[in-house]
C-alpha cells in the first residue's frame, strides 16, 4: 500500500526542525519521505504514462488541505479496560477509591469484557490522536485481540503482585508479545507497586529483568502515604528500596513520581529511568503536582500519560499537555516553565521511547507511520503565530481531523475503521455494568 499526503505542514518532531509545508510519502506502513513536494522523495514509484512519461504510482493520495501532520501522541500510563468504571467510584481517596472500590469491580470482569472494554478505550484514544497506548492490566490476551482487530499499537505493561499472577506468566509474555518486531504488539517487565508486592516478588522481578537486560515499570511514589509507609517497612523511598533490590539496573520508568527526594532524583538520572506524569488523576485523587521542571532541569526524560478512565475520567492528552505546562508554571510562580514544544516532545517522542517504541517517535523515513492531521481551520486554532504552542495551549480532541497507525486510517472526520460500529461497542460496555455494578452504577 503506498499513500501521499501532500498539501500539509508538517512536524516530524526532528530536532531542530521546525514545521514546513510538504508531503509524506507512506509504504507499506513506513515513512518513505517527509519534506518538500518539489523534491521527487525516496518513495516514488513510477509507471509509463500515455505519452511515454514517467508517472508516481500511488494507492491513495489525500490533499492535507494546509492542515498539520505530526506524531500521534503516545498515552504512556494507562489501563484500557477501566473504560466501565468511568464516573462510578469519584471524590474518593486513592486508598479507599482503590480497595473498596476498585479491586471488588475488577475482580467480576471475565475476558470477554476487557474485550470489549478495550475497544471502548481504543475509540477514545484515537479521538484524541493518540497511536499508541502502554497499558497496564490483567487479562492481556483480551486487550491484545481487541488492539489488533482494531489495529491498533499497544505496549503491555506487567501488572504483578501479590494478588495475582505470577514472574513465570510475565517471562511467557515477554517473550510472547517481543517475538515479532513488525507486530502492533509489545510487552515491557513491570509490576503494580510497591506497596502491593512483597520483597521476594520484587526479587524475582530483578533477576527477570537481569537475565533479559530489560529496564522495568512501576507505579511509584504517587502519594506521600505510600512514600512515609514505605520508610516505615523499610528505612527508604519506595524508589530507593526498589533500586536496592536490583529492580532499575537496565532502567525503566515510574508512572506518577510525584513524591520525591533528593536521592530519588539522584538514583532516576543514574539509572536512566523516565518518568511518566499523569497530571488530571493526580488532581482528582489528590494526590500532588509531580515535579516535572526539576526532571527536565536534571536530563531526566519526562513522558505523559492518562492513567485510567476510573481515576481520570477521559482518556484526552490535549488535557494533560495543557495541565503538564499549567501546573508547572503555576508551582514554580514562573510563566517560562516547561514551553508548549517541550510538552510536545512528552507526549510524542518521550512517550515512545519510555515504551520502546523509538521506530514509533517521528516521522521521519524508515519509521513507522503513526500519524494525526490536525485540523488548522478550526477557531481554536486561528491565528497561526505559533501552531505548536496552539496545540497545547488552545487544541483539543475536536482538532483531529485524522489518526493513522502503521499506515492504516483508524479514525477519519468522526468516523472509526476499526471493524466495529460503535453502538456494538458501547453496548457490550453497557452490559458489562449492569452485570457487574447493578444498582450501584449510578
Same mark, same amino acid.
Given at each position: 500500500?503506498?499513500?501521499? #499526503? ?5 512536524? &516530524? ?5 521546525? #514545521? ?23 518513495? @516514488? ?11 508516481? $504510482? ?39 477509591? +482503590? !480497595? ?14 476487557? !474485550? ?16 499508541? @497506548? ?8 483480551? =486487550? ?10 499497544? $505496549?503491555?505493561?506487567?501488572? /504483578? ?10 517471562e511467557r509474555d515477554y517473550l510472547a508479545y517481543n517475538k515479532d518486531p513488525e507486530s502492533l504488539l509489545s510487552y515491557q517487565i513491570g509490576f ?5 508486592? *512483597?520483597?521476594? /516478588? ?9 537475565? !533479559?537486560?530489560?529496564?522495568? !515499570? ?15 517497612? *523499610?528505612?527508604? &523511598? ?6 536496592? /533490590?536490583? +529492580? ?32 488530571? =488523576? ?31 475520567n477521559c482518556l484526552d492528552m490535549f488535557r494533560e499537555m495543557f495541565l503538564v505546562t499549567g501546573l508547572q508554571k503555576v508551582v514554580c510562580n ?8 517541550? $510538552? +510536545? ?8 521511547? @519510555? ?9 521521519? @523515513? ?6 494525526? /492531521?490536525?485540523?488548522? *481551520? ?15 495551549? *488552545?487544541?483539543?480532541? +475536536? ?5 493513522? #497507525?502503521?499506515g492504516r486510517i483508524l479514525y477519519q472526520d468522526g468516523v472509526f475503521r476499526i471493524g466495529e460500529k460503535p453502538e456494538t461497542i458501547y453496548e ?15
Amino acid at each position: 500500500m503506498r499513500t501521499r #499526503i501532500y498539501n500539509a505542514r508538517i512536524l &516530524t518532531m526532528e530536532e531542530g526542525r521546525a #514545521i514546513f509545508r510538504g508531503e509524506l510519502q507512506i509504504e507499506d506502513g513506513k515513512i518513505l519521505y517527509a519534506g518538500p513536494s518539489d523534491c521527487q522523495g525516496t518513495a @516514488a514509484r513510477t509507471a509509463e504514462g500515455p505519452g511515454g512519461e514517467n508517472q508516481t $504510482v500511488w494507492d491513495e493520495e489525500m490533499d492535507a488541505g494546509g492542515n498539520l501532520i505530526m506524531p500521534g501522541f503516545k498515552n504512556a500510563h494507562t489501563h484500557s479496560p477501566m473504560t466501565f468504571l468511568r464516573s462510578y467510584a469519584d471524590d474518593m481517596k486513592l486508598q479507599e477509591w +482503590l !480497595y473498596d472500590k476498585v479491586f471488588p469491580a475488577e475482580a467480576k470482569l471475565t475476558e470477554e469484557d476487557v !474485550y470489549w472494554l478495550t475497544k471502548l478505550a481504543v475509540m477514545e484514544y484515537l479521538t484524541s490522536g493518540i497511536t499508541a @497506548a502502554f497499558d497496564m492490566y490483567m487479562k492481556k490476551a483480551d =486487550s491484545a485481540r481487541a488492539a489488533e482487530e482494531s489495529g491498533f499499537r499497544m $505496549v503491555f505493561c506487567g501488572d /504483578l503482585n501479590d494478588f495475582g499472577g505470577t514472574v513465570g506468566d510475565m517471562e511467557r509474555d515477554y517473550l510472547a508479545y517481543n517475538k515479532d518486531p513488525e507486530s502492533l504488539l509489545s510487552y515491557q517487565i513491570g509490576f503494580h507497586a510497591e506497596y502491593t508486592t *512483597s520483597r521476594r /516478588l520484587m526479587e524475582e522481578i530483578a533477576a527477570l529483568a537481569e537475565n !533479559y537486560q530489560a529496564p522495568v !515499570y512501576v507505579h511509584c511514589s504517587e502519594t506521600r502515604k505510600e512514600v512515609e509507609e514505605c520508610r516505615e517497612r *523499610s528505612g527508604m &523511598t519506595p524508589v530507593a528500596y526498589m533500586d536496592s /533490590l536490583g +529492580l532499575f539496573r537496565h532502567g525503566g520508568g515510574l508512572f506518577h513520581g510525584v513524591h520525591m527526594d533528593e536521592d530519588d532524583f539522584r538514583i532516576l538520572k543514574e539509572r536512566g529511568i523516565c518518568v511518566v506524569t499523569n497530571p488530571a =488523576s493526580n488532581l482528582k485523587l489528590a494526590s500532588g503536582i509531580a515535579p516535572v521542571k526539576r526532571y527536565l532541569d536534571l536530563g531526566i526524560p519526562v513522558a505523559i500519560g492518562t492513567d485510567g478512565p476510573a481515576s481520570n475520567n477521559c482518556l484526552d492528552m490535549f488535557r494533560e499537555m495543557f495541565l503538564v505546562t499549567g501546573l508547572q508554571k503555576v508551582v514554580c510562580n514562573d510563566p517560562e516553565a516547561v514551553p508548549a514544544m517541550d $510538552v +510536545l516532545k512528552m507526549a510524542t517522542v518521550n512517550g515512545a521511547r @519510555a515504551m520502546g517504541l523509538a521506530g514509533c517517535d517521528t516521522l521521519t @523515513a524508515g519509521k513507522r507511520a503513526d500519524l494525526i /492531521l490536525i485540523d488548522l *481551520s478550526q477557531p481554536n486554532m486561528q491565528p497561526l503565530h505559533h501552531i505548536e504552542k496552539n496545540i497545547v495551549y *488552545s487544541g483539543s480532541k +475536536l482538532n483531529v481531523k485524522m489518526t493513522m #497507525i502503521n499506515g492504516r486510517i483508524l479514525y477519519q472526520d468522526g468516523v472509526f475503521r476499526i471493524g466495529e460500529k460503535p453502538e456494538t461497542i458501547y453496548e457490550h460496555a453497557e452490559q458489562t455494568v449492569r452485570r457487574i455494578l447493578g444498582d450501584d452504577e449510578s
